[in-house]
């Protein structure tokens, strides 16, 4: 396993890519193909999909193409929410599974904390887990609460919790608890669809550093020790995004991106969930 030197240390032991490529919206073959062979050929290691997302098929095509091993590739899926109220978690899993065309997966999330679902679904994970077919399993989109719930019923913490995080969505109670019980916190929508990319504040530090906003708000998450899945198709955007690694935000211009903060959130809530998610 080699992903490189910029990885995040998992509670179980194992490593994960703190920079990895989102693909949520992405659903033609051959668009995934070129962009997962682009984000591989930048030095992306980490490939983050769902069955909600309905591109497995087509990540599973990809992958095929690939010339790197397959032990120094990442891959990340999660459950969908009509799995878990029906208890088909093992089936829906091995229909990822074999989309995917993969023997095991590195990362399985929970992909919301449906109510009286969830510790079920958990506890199914952790015998996927046991059989060696799932790598390492975490959550996503998981309050405090819900993980305190999820905890009480089990051994087994969650290895990462994967959450919209960005300078105009910030959680810092959350991001500190998760650091005080060892889950790594990856940031989905980063980028917070562009919402942040014409900041005055964003441009200044950018210029600074010689480097663009969408840089400078994924290096912030970066030195907080969160793990970023920015999601882009295009071959210069995707390059653009792994050049993170050669410059250092001062403490200044940190609390200055953490003070943009005004809980924008910029991804949808399924609606089966809007009741349940706290504000």
Known sequence: MSFGEHVIQLNDAREMPLLGLGVYKATDDAEL????????SFGYHLIDTASFYKNEEGIGKALKTLSIPREDLFITTKIWNTAQRIGDIEDSFHRSLERLGL???DLYLIHWPVPGCFCDTWKAMEKLQAQGKIK???VSNFSIQDLETLMASTDIIPAVNQVEFHPLFNHPKLLAYCKEHHIAVQAYAPLARGAYLNSPLMMEIGKRHEKTPAQIGLRWLLQQGISVIPKSVHKDRIEENSQLFDFTLTEEEMAAITAMDIQQR??????????????
């Not at 193909?33 to 591989?40: F, R």
């Not at 910029?266 to 504000?279: L, N, Q, R, S």
């Open 136 to 138: 390492s399993i975490g």
């Open 266 to 279: 910029v991804a949808g809530i399924p609606e089966d969930m809007i009741p349940y998610i706290v504000k």
């Open 33 to 40: 193909k070129q962009a997962i062979g682009d984000a591989v």
């Open 103 to 105: 023997d095991y997966v």
